[in-house]
């Protein structure tokens, strides 16, 4: 058992205990022992690149542990979050597939596995490989709706707190194991910076700073470091409006 | 919707990507229409009953959210939409709605699915379709990022900022 950082590395896919919940990973015998012989596992710290937007595609990144964003560049040079990745996720996909430049920089956000597939590789893998294709479709499928989720997302919030609110109650949906069940309360580990969680929302660092203190000091939200404690749920979803 | 005769050679972007003997196939299923302004190829909500090949004029994919129409595409010849709906039998969130009159080809879904089924080497096929698709919103997601939505949805549509 290789460990790194904090996680074991997951060397043999045939092995990964994660396999069978995730979209893409939970293939045939005969696709895993493929996959195997053709992917490169690699761990990298936090804040490493994956790939950078509108680079040509090399091939595709699955996401094994820890999280990644995906964001993009505005031509004055702020950079915005689409979303966040979180492991099982195949980053590259679109590119790899249509043959077009990488959509967004990927960065992980903590020490992460990835396993990579060069395109010419992947390719031929989906070819060879009735379920990966399907899988394919269906990881595809998972995305597309998705960002259409996000695109009405930003159609409908209409202030910083509402977003900013809808973050958090999403969040909240991978709640901390250890939170007492108990409690009303819900404990949540944000790895994200005040700027990024800006980036992520479409507003600027002071306003993030702001309306995170606004929840505070009305005692909806606790901030202890990294774990955010969710007091009053209630408050924060009477704030999403749509 | 008028029956025309098919169109043989029919370039779209899911043909592209399968072999003569399968585009050959696939087309003993097909049936070209043509269709005026204002149809619904793609309706929100509603399990299509066909893929649909759009072999000329225009057509615009809008996103319903809360009282309003988000566009998201303008497209035009070679388009294959209702492939997510078909492939993953999920409901379609977006309308594919006609701007000018059209011609577009019909494959029956069930008819498709049977022939993914019997030739599962078409899923390539169908992911370039669908990356299509995803990029698209993502290019969307990227530009409503960049500056508030409205004026994303206005501008296309004509609306005032």
């Not at chain 1, 990745?85 to 043959?99: D, I, N, R």
């Not at chain 1, 969680?197 to 309306?211: D, F, K, P, Y």
């Not at chain 2, 019997?118 to 698209?136: C, G, N, R, T």
Request: charged share 25%; hydrophobic share 40%.
């Amino acid at each position: 058992m290789t460990m790194a950082y904090n996680f074991q590395i997951i060397e043999d896919c045939l092995k990964c205990t994660f396999r069978e919940h995730r979209l893409f990973c939970d293939l045939s015998r005969e696709a895993l022992l493929r996959l195997q012989s053709i992917k490169a596992t690699s761990v990298y710290p936090k804040g490493s690149l994956l790939c950078l937007e509108g680079q040509p595609p090399r091939g595709i990144f699955v996401l094994c542990t820890g999280r990644a964003k995906l964001s993009t560049t505005s031509s004055e040079g702020k950079s915005m979050i689409l979303r966040i990745a979180e492991p099982g996720e195949v980053l590259g996909l679109t590119a790899v597939v249509s043959g077009t430049p990488y959509e967004a920089t990927v960065e992980t956000l903590e020490p992460s596995q990835a396993n990579f597939i060069s395109q010419a590789e992947f390719l031929r893998f989906i070819q060879e490989h009735p379920d990966v294709g399907l899988r394919v479709a269906r990881q595809l499928t998972h995305n597309c709706k998705c960002a259409y989720g996000e695109i009405r997302s930003l159609g409908l919030s209409n202030s910083v707190p509402e977003k900013l609110a809808k973050l958090i109650l999403q969040w909240a949906q991978h709640p901390l194991e250890f939170a007492s069940k108990k409690s009303q309360e819900t404990a949540i580990r944000v790895t994200l910076t005040q700027e990024e969680i800006a980036q992520l929302t479409g507003t600027s660092r002071e306003t993030v700073s702001r309306v995170l203190g606004g929840f505070r000091k009305k005692g909806w939200l606790r901030v202890k470091g990294a774990t955010w404690t969710i007091v009053n749920k209630q408050a924060l979803e009477n704030l999403v409006t749509t | 919707m008028n029956t025309i005769p098919l169109k043989s050679e029919a370039a779209n972007e899911l043909y592209a990507s399968l072999s003569p003997e399968l585009r050959t196939e696939l087309a003993n299923h097909e049936r070209s229409v043509a269709v005026p302004a204002g149809t619904n190829l793609i309706k929100r909500g509603v399990l299509p009953d066909q893929l649909v090949i759009v072999n000329s004029g225009k057509v615009e994919i809008t996103l319903d959210c809360a009282h309003e129409s988000i566009l998201l595409d303008c497209a035009m010849e070679g388009r294959v939409f209702g492939m997510r709906a078909v492939v993953s039998g999920e409901l379609p969130e977006e309308d594919v709605t006609c701007q000018e009159n059209c011609s577009v080809t019909l494959i029956p879904r069930d008819m498709f699915l049977k022939m993914v089924r019997q030739h599962p080497e078409m899923y390539f096929a169908i992911a370039k379709v669908l990356s299509h698709d995803l990029v698209m919103a993502q290019r969307l997601l990227k530009t409503s990022l960049r500056r508030p939505i409205r004026k994303t949805i206005a501008k296309p549509l004509g609306l005032p900022n």
